[in-house]
Structure formats: structure tokens, C-alpha cells
């Protein structure tokens, strides 16, 4: 059975294809990469790239696996999508402004591109998350406006956490279901999370992927009364200062440049300062994460940033020699892609830099989803 994922970020698509070997059970199945590709930007016609990705491939897929980034409460489990599924998706867009609304533009052009055989299956970020303990999902609010209307922490990059924590088990096969591991996505969009043995225990992105980290282009944590002081200072509408909150802040709008190599190499005062709040956050939510898990087995960095730039990982990880945290200087300048460990063969805390792999994760959930429709 041949798939495809259609991985959609906020300033990137992969494309990928896989052939999952008959007579396995899904969860185990042999997956055999065809193609792949990795195009930035937010401005690709999806038309055009989905149709020259499938004109590779030997015959039509069985399903094309989409990523959607935000499901909420409605949906915490991979769905195969029709309309009110996508109707669903969309409501839901006001909540994931760079996410959602990017999502559908390529799950409408592959439900135009392709036959009605061709199944389409959305994989939820938030899903991962689903089960979180409720002290750590629930806002400080009323019921009435919080939990019993939906407004809750529920929590983003849950395929690439995932994927990090399998790899992790996979290098660390004696600690049980993983131990207690610390996992940092650092992309255009950044957040952090813990989890034990039983599953997530926190993560830093909340009721929107607007929460927690210094991103890209987003702001990360931001008292609410900044809203409507500036809507009164300023005479800016709220919606305006969230979009301005998630497209033109973060690096970009502190240090003029969204990519934090950029920064570093620039040097400028502007730029450091933004590069060393990025880093301090980083490293205010590990110190939390501590405390939540009691201390940890492992910290697992990936992503674009977390993968390539060396510089933000020592820079995060500075002065946590107190927690059992070090990195090896020259392990971790020589770690730019692939898996490595960047911390002392001798440390209390294994760190490692890793190739995130979600593609493989949403093929077998699509899996799960065809078997259960008895596709």
C-alpha cells in the first residue's frame, strides 16, 4: 500500500511517499521511503506541487495523510476527513491562524487532484496531548469561561514530540517507555515538552501554538492585559495585535530576522538581545519541567533550529551543570542533522540532537484509520 503526507508547517511543506509492507500489523508495519520533498515558503500553490509530487510515483496512493495542527477537543484521533470534517478543521482556524487555514488549502487541492478512491486523512497535532493532566490543561479561569467552553491548554507539535520520544526509546532501550524526557521543537515555531513514563505531563504552547516559547515570528508568553492596553494606547483592534503577535514578533519583530543564524551571524546588539530572550525562555521552561518531572533521564532537541544551530542549543543549556545538564562542545558544534549526542559519555542527563521523523507516524496512524474503515 502506497501513502502519501502532505506535512504543512507554518513556513514549510514536505511531501512524502511510502510503501507499507502487507501482513503486518499496522503499528509494526515495514515502511519504505519512495519519495520526498521539502520546499520553504507559505506562498506554493498546492495544486501545482502536489500534482508534479504524485506524476512521480508509480501508480495512484492508497491515501494522502495530512498534518493539521490543531483538532481541539473535537478531534483526538486521526479522522479520514470528508466534509464536515473539513468544515470542522475550519472552524477552528481563528485558533491556528498559520496553521489551519495552510492545512486546507491542501487538503482542498488534494481532494480535487485525486479520485474519490484515494482516501484523505487528517493526523492531529493536538491529539498527542489529549490525555494531559488537567493542572496542567486547564486555564485559572471560571468554568464558564474556560473548561466548559472549550478555552484550555492543548498543546501543539504533538507528532514531532512523539516522534522525538520514539527515537529516544529506540538509543535508550533500558529506561522504561522512555524515562522522563524533556523535548525541544525549535523550528519557525518552537515549544517544549515533558513526559514520564505514563505519557505527556506539560507542554509550553496552550490554547492557541501562540503560547510559551520565542518563536520565529510569534511571541510566545504575553500577559492578556497587554491586549487591550495597546487596543486603548494605541487604537489597535485586538485581532490586529494577534496577528501582529504571531506573524511580526518573536525574533523577527525584536531582532528584524525570523531565522536565529541570521542573528548571530549579524551581531548586533538588537539581534543578541533577541537571540539571548529566545535561549532564556528555553531555558526558564526546562528549569519548570524539572520541577514536573522530578528531575529527567534525557533532553531531546529537534526541528530546524534545534537540529542545525549548535550555538542556540549551548546557549539554552548554559549554566544547568546543577541539574546534571552539560554539553560536550565539540559533540555538539559537530551535530548539524542526524542523531547525535552532544553531552558527555559520564553526564546525569543524556542530550541529544535528532532528525525528526513524523512522516512515518502519520502514515501509520492513516494505517490504523483505513484498517478500522475496513479499507
Not at 502506497?2 to 507499507?20: D, Q, Y
Not at 476527513?81 to 487541492?109: K, Q
Not at 522504561?176 to 506539560?202: F, K, M, W
Not at 525584536?254 to 531555558?283: F, H, K, T, W
Request: proline letters at 5%; one cysteine or more; a neutral charge.
Amino acid at each position: 500500500m502506497r501513502l502519501v503526507t502532505v506535512n504543512s508547517g507554518s513556513t514549510s511543506i514536505k511531501l512524502a511517499a511510502f510503501e507499507a509492507g502487507a501482513g503486518t500489523a499496522r503499528a509494526d508495519a515495514q515502511l519504505r521511503r519512495l519519495a520526498a520533498v521539502h520546499h520553504e515558503g507559505t506562498h506554493l500553490d498546492p495544486a501545482v506541487e502536489l500534482r508534479a509530487f504524485l506524476a512521480q510515483l508509480p501508480g495512484p496512493p492508497a491515501a494522502l495523510v495530512h498534518r493539521v495542527v490543531h483538532g481541539a477537543e473535537r478531534f483526538t484521533h486521526p479522522v479520514r476527513i470528508d466534509d464536515a470534517v473539513r468544515a470542522g478543521i475550519g472552524d477552528l482556524a481563528a485558533l491556528a491562524p498559520l496553521h489551519n487555514p495552510l492545512a486546507l488549502r491542501w487538503i482542498d487541492a488534494a481532494r480535487e487532484l485525486c479520485d474519490r478512491s484515494v482516501a484523505q486523512v487528517a493526523a492531529f497535532d493536538t491529539a498527542y496531548f489529549a490525555s494531559l493532566p488537567r493542572v496542567a490543561a486547564e486555564y485559572a479561569l471560571p468554568p464558564a469561561l474556560g473548561w466548559d467552553v472549550g478555552v484550555r491548554r492543548y498543546g501543539f507539535h504533538g507528532l514531532a514530540h512523539q516522534a522525538m520520544w520514539q527515537r529516544w526509546c529506540e538509543v535508550h532501550p533500558a529506561l522504561e517507555n522512555g524515562g522522563r524526557l524533556i523535548s525541544l521543537q525549535l523550528g519557525g515555531g518552537c515549544s517544549i515538552t515533558a513526559r514520564d513514563r505514563t505519557g505527556p505531563r506539560d507542554t509550553s504552547m496552550g490554547f492557541s501554538p501562540l503560547e510559551g516559547l520565542v518563536m520565529a515570528t510569534r511571541s510566545g508568553d504575553v500577559d492578556a492585559a497587554v491586549v487591550p492596553y495597546l487596543t486603548g494606547r494605541l487604537g489597535i483592534a485586538p485581532q490586529r495585535l494577534i496577528e501582529s503577535f504571531n506573524r511580526e514578533s518573536g525574533l523577527l519583530g525584536m531582532g528584524g530576522r525570523s531565522n536565529p543564524s541570521e542573528l548571530l551571524a549579524e551581531d548586533s546588539a538588537r539581534g543578541r538581545l533577541a537571540v539571548d530572550l529566545y535561549c532564556y525562555r528555553i531555558r526558564k521552561y526546562i528549569g519548570a519541567y524539572l520541577a514536573v518531572l522530578g528531575g529527567c533521564d534525557g533532553i531531546v532537541f529537534g526541528g530546524g533550529v534545534g537540529e542545525h544551530v549548535p550555538q542556540i542549543r549551548a546557549h539554552a543549556l548554559a549554566g544547568l551543570n546543577w541539574a546534571g545538564i552539560e554539553v560536550d562542545p565539540a559533540a555538539n558544534a559537530a551535530a548539524r542533522g542526524g542523531d547525535a549526542r552532544i553531552s558527555p559519555a559520564g553526564s546525569r542527563v543524556a542530550v541529544w540532537a535528532v532528525t525528526v521523523a513524523e512522516e512515518p507516524i502519520m502514515v501509520r496512524e492513516a494505517l490504523d484509520v483505513l484498517g478500522n474503515a475496513g479499507a
